[in-house]
């Protein structure tokens, strides 16, 4: 039985005999189900290969975060190093480096 035949079984059954705690449960839970499917299938996500893809986009964005944080890390660190050197090349200037060097 398709998930739209239950569906619309729970949902006849609801309406002939009233809606018992247990019928509404399970209108939910059928309902749930077959939007989550309509939205797995929409998105392409259906296929039996559709949880390694996942897996791999995970770990496609866990390596573009990693990769992200070294190369911020890395350019910090290089305006350090520059600042340092300005800095350096400042104090030599003042204390009069360059003219001990003619």
Do not use: F, N, Y
Request: net charge negative; with cysteine.
């Amino acid at each position: 039985m398709k998930r739209d035949d239950m569906l619309a079984g729970l949902m006849a059954q609801a309406m002939d005999t009233g809606a018992d705690l247990v019928t509404l449960r399970a209108i939910v839970e059928e309902s749930s189900e077959l939007g989550a499917e309509r939205v797995l299938d929409k998105l392409g996500l259906e296929d039996e290969g559709a949880h390694d893809d996942l897996d791999e986009l995970r770990e496609l964005l866990s390596a573009w975060r990693a990769a992200k944080a070294s190369a911020s890390k890395a350019v910090i660190e290089w305006c350090v190093r520059a600042l340092m050197a300005l800095l350096l090349i400042g104090i030599a200037v003042r204390i009069g480096v360059p003219e001990l060097l003619r």
